[in-house]
């Protein structure tokens, strides 16, 4: 069973082949340096890049997979994301992946890009089942209980900013460029958490939700008392000067950090108790950070299950796990018709496949 697998929910065209035997090709083109000129997503933009690159992205697939002279004739399935993302981004990999289908005659899957980040460690780890799964991105917090690869149900998630929103805006506010994330993680890395410093905020309840603008607010308000944690201007890249940050900086970024992974612990040790799962899934590009990893590999070390997390570069959105999520559907019998809708964040995804 091999799988075409096409993302472009936000901000990265991406494009990848799965087989049975795991990754076969995948190319991606990530548009940040583009969008970090406006501090954020543009949509508009994002959609005309997606337009602009997909085209000439699967021609670099194909070469890169050697699959003969008539690769369409070795591809069983086209698996494609149809949310949530933003939506002018979704109809342009929704809309490439129906005509490639109508014009092949292949049976098109529509995946749930969560459903996908999660399955992405899959291709390196088994998943032992059933799993908590922890989804942490730029647009979604949402905890899982993953009976199996195509039966999973949100047991819970923000109703308000996602985790990786609550670190871009931190570091927006301490004058890092978009997505600030990973830059975050790297100052933390330097500095010394002080765990009283920021709130872990909405964990005294007994909802497994998230909410993270409160953490926002206090951190904007930390910085706004502190002007020497600011990070200083320059005109080379702040990736290349991270040296410069100071001390002050390093320490609320750690403590921040802190804040926001063992906000998502509490959360996830309470899902753990409502079904005793065999394994921790956390994916998401939230599940690059290093703080975070470190308090769920604590989190399954002191409940005596693997904790399994995708290596770094399939943390971030990329193609891979949706063509994994779509062989998996493809194993399951399930594939949609041309009709598949793109679902925009904040909706639910339709369960409308049809069973072979
Ligand atoms: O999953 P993803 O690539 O895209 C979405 O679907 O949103 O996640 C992007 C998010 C951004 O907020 C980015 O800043 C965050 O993941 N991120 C990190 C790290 N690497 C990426 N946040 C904290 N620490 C990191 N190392
Ligand atoms: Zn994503």
Not at 167 to 188: I, N, Q, S, T, V
Not at 189 to 208: E, I, M, Q, S, V
Request: charged share 20%.
């Amino acid at each position: 069973m091999l799988v075409l697998g096409i993302e472009s929910s936000c901000d990265e065209t991406a494009l990848a082949l799965v087989d049975d035997g795991g990754v076969r090709a995948a190319v991606i083109s990530s548009q940040a340096d583009i969008h970090a000129l406006f501090g954020g997503v543009v949509p508009e933009l994002a959609s005309r890049e997606h337009a602009r690159l997909i085209g000439p992205l699967l021609d670099s697939l194909f070469r890169q997979a050697d699959l003969g002279p008539a690769p369409w004739k070795s591809i069983d399935r086209i698996a494609v994301t149809r949310g949530p993302g933003l939506m002018g981004s979704l109809l342009v990999g929704v809309a490439f992946a129906k005509s490639l289908s109508m014009a092949h005659d292949i049976p098109l899957i529509g995946i749930d890009h969560l459903q996908g980040h999660l399955l992405a460690a899959e291709l390196e780890h088994d998943i032992l089942w059933p799993a908590l799964g922890v989804l942490i991105s730029g647009g979604h917090t949402h905890l899982y209980r993953m009976e199996g690869p195509v039966d999973m149900t949100v047991l819970g998630k923000t109703i308000d900013d996602a985790a990786g929103e609550a670190c871009d805006k931190f570091a927006k506010a301490a004058g890092l460029p978009y997505p600030g994330g990973a830059l975050l993680d790297a100052l933390g890395k330097r500095g010394h958490a002080d765990p009283h410093l920021f709130p872990r905020p909405y964990t005294h309840n007994d909802n497994l939700d998230f909410s993270f603008s409160g953490l926002k607010t206090a951190g904007a308000l930390w910085l706004s008392q502190h002007a020497d944690a600011h990070f200083p201007p320059g005109d080379t890249p702040a990736r290349e000067r991270l040296d410069s940050a100071s001390q002050t900086l390093c320490d609320a970024a750690a403590s921040y950090l802190l804040a926001v992974a063992e906000t998502l612990t509490i959360k996830a040790e309470r899902a753990m108790a409502l079904f005793h799962p065999e394994s921790i899934v956390v994916a998401g590009g939230v599940a690059a950070n290093s703080v975070v990893r470190q308090e769920f590999a604590n989190l399954a070390e002191r409940h005596g299950i693997p904790l399994i997390i995708p290596r770094l570069s399939l943390c971030g959105d990329n193609a891979v796990m949706i063509a994994k999520a779509g062989w998996h559907m493809a194993m399951a019998g399930r594939v949609h018709d041309l009709s598949l809708s793109a679902i925009p964040r904040g909706q639910t995804i339709p369960q409308d496949w049809k069973t072979l």
